[in-house]
């Protein structure tokens, strides 16, 4: 597998491994919660979702050829919490996903070079993508820290749980040494 190739499955795990943890993180919650904002400028999930899901119909909708900041794009009211159910909540979450996973898995090595704009700024589309890769884990990152914050019961963890990292280790060095995206691991452990 050249580099190139290496890069796009590499980049296609670490979204699906930061979409997982944003769904398992909503999944915990009571559908209420998604829907608290403690203070005016806290946004809530829901809203958070919202602007998820904008950004990506934005920036993956014919991501080749045309502009990432779409004129049909309300960035002000991705704020603006419209959204009454957790049911809607995913939907508006699948959908930003949906069109960005298949925008990702559309593209092919050679495209990664060419250039694409973003509010008339030129991106290579591997900075394009490398941009969406911090925009998106920063935000499920405050899905999942707010989550924690108002889960009522007992949390299931996302991540090595506290007080456990020594034998998390031990059992990872117990392991013979390999060449994996730790995405996989991780895949299966929260299932």
């Given at each position: 597998?050249?580099?190139?190739?290496?890069?796009?499955?590499?980049?296609?795990?670490q979204f699906l491994?930061?979409?997982?943890?944003?769904?398992?993180?909503?999944?915990?919650?009571?559908?209420?919660?998604?829907?608290?904002?403690?203070?005016?400028?806290?946004?809530?999930?829901?809203?958070?979702?919202?602007?998820?899901?904008g950004n990506m119909l934005?920036?993956?909708?014919?991501?080749?050829?045309?502009?990432?900041?779409?004129?049909?794009?309300?960035?002000?009211?991705?704020?603006?919490?419209?959204?009454?159910?957790?049911?809607?909540?995913?939907?508006?979450?699948?959908?930003?996903?949906?069109?960005?996973?298949?925008?990702?898995?559309?593209?092919?090595?050679?495209?990664?070079?060419?250039?694409?704009?973003?509010?008339?700024?030129?991106?290579?589309?591997?900075?394009?993508?490398?941009?969406?890769?911090?925009?998106?884990?920063?935000?499920?990152?405050?899905?999942?820290?707010?989550?924690?914050?108002?889960?009522?019961?007992?949390?299931?963890?996302?991540?090595?749980?506290?007080?456990?990292?020594?034998?998390?280790?031990?059992?990872?060095?117990?392991?013979?040494?390999?060449?994996?995206?730790?995405?996989?691991?991780?895949?299966?452990?929260?299932?």
């Amino acid at each position: 597998m050249n580099a190139t190739n290496s890069y796009l499955e590499s980049v296609k795990k670490q979204f699906l491994y930061y979409k997982m943890l944003g769904e398992k993180a909503i999944e915990q919650l009571e559908p209420e919660q998604l829907f608290v904002s403690v203070n005016e400028d806290t946004n809530s999930i829901a809203v958070i979702v919202k602007h998820l899901s904008g950004n990506m119909l934005s920036r993956w909708t014919d991501f080749l050829t045309t502009d990432g900041e779409k004129e049909t794009r309300n960035r002000d009211g991705e704020f603006e919490n419209d959204l009454t159910t957790k049911e809607e909540v995913f939907d508006v979450w699948n959908k930003g996903w949906k069109c960005f996973l298949d925008t990702l898995e559309s593209l092919k090595p050679e495209q990664l070079s060419e250039i694409i704009y973003i509010r008339n700024e030129g991106h290579t589309v591997i900075e394009a993508i490398n941009r969406q890769l911090a925009h998106y884990p920063y935000h499920v990152g405050q899905i999942v820290f707010y989550a924690k914050q108002l889960k009522r019961s007992e949390w299931d963890s996302l991540s090595i749980p506290k007080n456990k990292s020594n034998s998390y280790n031990a059992n990872k060095f117990a392991q013979e040494k390999s060449i994996k995206n730790f995405t996989e691991e991780e895949f299966r452990r929260l299932k």
